[in-house]
C-alpha cells in the first residue's frame, strides 16, 4: 500500500504522500493511535474530466485562502512540513508549544512592514524563507526551554537573522555547488545588510541577531571577529540552531543530511560554539547521534550504535552493562533521556575510514566517508589533504606489489572518477582571477599529477590552460594574452625559448621526473598553506622583460 495523503499527527507531519506502508509503519502508527490513513488506490482512466466528481467522490479545487490570513495559512503550511518527527525529535508534541509559536507568529504578521519584510523574503528565496521559519521556531522553543529573557523580542530577531540576504544575488544564493571564495566574501556581507536594514526598520535593539550569527567562540567567525565574551546567549543559540537547520534542509548546492549525521556534523565544530549549550540542544530535540553515550529511560547506559534517519527517535543501541545490542522500542516504553558524552570522528579518522574502505572496494561506504570528508575542507585542501595523500598510498601499494592487479585497476578508476568529477565541478563554478599556461608533452595531458596540479590551481582561483609543447611560440603568446596569463609552467625536459616577445611573463620550468614530488609536496597543507607562486619560485627558469 502508498500512503495517498499527507498524514499529520498532533499537528506535525509524520509521512509524506507516496510513503509505502509496510507491516512495521504500521506498528508505528498504532503505536501513535493512527487509526486509519489515506491509500492510494488504481483509477481506470476513461474520460477522467467527466467522470472525475463521481470516481473521487468531490470536485477537485485550489484551495483559496482569505487574505487577512494568508500569512499565518502559510506559516502552519510551512511548519507542516519543516518539523517532521526525522528533523524536529520530541520538538512541537506539545500543543502549547504550538500554539504559543503561532500566536506569536500572528502578532508579529499584524505589523505590516514585518508581514512586507517577510513576504518579500519568501517572494525573493523559497528556502531562505523557509530556513527562516524554521530557525525561528527552534530557536524560539529552545530559547524559552533556556530561560532567555525578553523572549518575544528576541524572537523576531531569530525570525530575520537571514533578511540581508536580500540583498545578495540569486546566482549566489542559488548556486549548486561550493561558493568560490570571492563569492563567498559576497556572501558572507549578508550579516552586516541585514544588520543596516534592521536598524532603518527601527529594530536597532535585535539587529546584532543578523550581524553575530556568524560569529564564533574562539573569534574566528564574522564580521567582527567577536570572541566568547563578547556574544550574548540567544546568539550562541542563533549560531548552533542556524548550522542545524542549514544542514537537515535540502539547500541548492548541497543535499540535506538526516538529523543524527547533522549533529554528529557539528559536534566536529564544538570547539566554535558553546558545547555545553550544545549537548542540551541535542537533548532537546532527541536525537543522538552515533557513538553517543546515552542515559535510557530505564537508567542504564547504552552506546548509539547506528540510526535510521526515517526513524531517529529509535535508535540501535549497545547497553554498555550487558553488551545486548537492541532497537528502541516503538511504544517507548524505554527511551534516551540524556546525552551523557558524543565521540567526535575526525578529519583524520575519517580519512583512515575513506581510504581503508576504497582499497577494500566497499564503494558505498567509502562514498560515505569521501563525502563527510569533502564537508570538512575547502577546495584546495580537499587536494591537500585528501587526494594528494590517498594516492601517495596508492603510490605504495602500487611499489610493493601487495594488490591484485584487478582490484588495483577498479581502485585506481574509482579515485581517477572522483578526481575528474571534482575537477569538472571546479572548471564549471570557480572564478578565476588569474591564468597559467601548463605546457606538456602529450602523453602528459591525462597524466595524474597534472590533473592534481590542476586541481589546486583551480582552488586557488588560477585558471590553468594545458598545451601541447607542439603549440607554436606565436600562437602560445596569443593564447596567453587572450586569457591574459600571467605565467608559463614547462613540465617538459626543456625550458621555452620565448625571447624576442614583448610579453612579461613568469617561466617556471618542473622536469617530468620531479613533477610527482612537487604535487606530493603540497600534502596535509592547510588552506593558508598552499601558496603556489612561492612553491614555484623554486622552479622559476626565465622573466620576460625583453622587448623587441
Do not use: W
Amino acid at each position: 500500500m502508498v500512503l495517498g495523503q499527507d498524514l499529520y499527527v498532533e499537528n506535525r507531519l509524520l509521512m509524506k504522500k507516496g510513503s509505502v506502508i509496510t507491516a512495521r509503519i504500521i506498528t508505528l502508527l498504532k503505536n501513535r493511535h493512527v487509526h486509519d490513513v489515506f491509500i492510494q488506490t488504481r483509477i481506470v482512466e476513461t474520460d477522467l474530466n467527466a467522470e472525475q466528481d463521481g470516481l473521487l467522490g468531490v470536485k477537485l479545487h485550489e484551495k483559496t485562502v482569505v487574505n487577512s490570513e494568508t500569512e499565518n495559512s502559510l506559516f502552519l503550511q510551512a511548519l507542516g512540513e519543516l518539523s517532521t518527527e526525522i528533523r524536529y525529535g520530541h520538538v512541537l508534541k506539545s500543543m502549547d508549544d504550538i500554539l504559543f509559536i503561532r500566536n506569536l507568529f500572528q502578532r508579529y504578521m499584524e505589523n505590516s512592514h514585518y508581514r512586507k519584510l517577510l513576504n518579500t523574503l519568501k517572494d525573493y528565496d523559497t528556502y531562505t524563507y523557509m530556513h527562516a521559519i524554521d530557525v525561528f521556531t527552534l530557536c524560539t522553543l529552545f530559547a524559552k526551554k533556556e530561560g532567555i529573557q525578553n523572549l518575544e523580542h528576541c524572537a523576531l530577531g531569530f525570525l530575520f537573522h537571514d533578511i540581508g540576504k536580500l540583498k545578495i544575488p540569486l546566482a549566489i544564493l542559488k548556486k549548486e555547488g561550493r561558493l568560490s571564495p570571492s563569492e563567498f566574501e559576497v556572501m558572507q556581507k549578508h550579516t552586516q545588510f541585514g544588520y543596516d536594514l534592521l536598524c532603518d526598520l527601527g529594530l536597532v535593539s535585535i539587529a546584532y541577531l543578523a550581524k553575530s550569527h556568524h560569529e564564533r567562540i574562539d573569534g574566528s567567525g564574522y564580521p567582527d571577529g567577536l570572541e566568547e565574551s563578547d556574544i550574548p546567549r540567544e546568539v550562541f543559540i542563533l549560531q548552533l540552531i542556524d548550522i542545524y537547520s542549514a544542514l537537515t534542509l535540502n539547500r541548492p548546492y548541497k543535499r540535506e543530511v538526516g538529523a543524527a549525521e547533522a549533529m554528529a556534523i557539528i559536534y566536529k565544530e564544538k570547539h566554535l560554539l558553546d558545547e555545553k549549550l550544545l549537548a542540551r540542544f541535542v537533548d532537546f530535540i532527541g536525537i543522538y547521534p552515533r557513538n553517543s553515550i546515552v542515559l535510557l529511560s530505564d537508567g542504564s547506559h547504552a552506546l548509539v550504535d547506528n540510526v535510521n534517519n526515517m526513524y531517529p527517535l529509535l535508535p540501535i543501541v549497545r547497553r554498555l552493562d550487558t553488551n545486548k545490542v537492541f532497537r528502541l522500542p516503538f511504544d517507548f516504553q524505554l527511551k534516551v533521556v540524556k546525552l551523557i558524552s558524543y565521540y567526535v570522528e575526525t578529519p583524520e579518522k575519517l580519512f583512515q575510514k575513506f581510504s581503508e574502505y576504497l582499497i577494500n572496494g566497499e564503494i558505498n561506504l567509502m562514498e560515505k566517508y569521501y563525502r563527510q570528508l569533502m564537508d570538512q575542507y575547502t577546495f584546495a585542501e580537499c587536494f591537500t589533504k585528501i587526494y594528494i595523500p590517498i594516492y601517495q598510498i596508492f603510490e605504495v601499494i602500487e611499489q610493493q606489489l601487495v594488490m591484485e592487479d584487478v582490484r588495483l585497476k577498479v581502485v585506481r578508476l574509482t579515485l581517477k572518477e572522483l578526481l575528474n568529477n571534482m575537477l569538472l565541478q571546479l572548471r564549471s563554478e570557480t572564478r578565476k582571477n588569474d591564468a597559467i599556461l601548463f605546457i606538456v608533452d602529450q602523453d602528459l595531458r591525462t597524466n595524474i599529477f597534472i590533473q592534481l596540479l590542476e586541481g589546486l590551481f583551480y582552488a586557488k582561483e588560477i585558471n590553468p590552460f594545458l598545451l601541447d609543447i607542439s603549440t607554436s611560440k606565436e600562437e602560445l603568446l596569443n593564447i596567453a594574452d587572450y586569457c591574459e596569463a600571467s605565467a608559463i609552467c614547462v613540465f617538459c625536459n626543456e625550458c621555452l625559448d620565448l625571447h624576442g616577445t614583448t610579453r612579461k611573463l613568469e617561466q617556471y620550468h618542473i622536469p617530468p621526473e620531479k613533477l610527482e614530488s612537487f604535487v606530493f609536496s603540497f600534502a596535509g597543507a592547510s588552506h593558508k598553506e598552499v601558496n603556489l607562486k612561492d612553491k614555484l619560485q623554486k622552479y622559476k627558469a626565465v622573466t620576460k622583460l625583453i622587448t623587441t
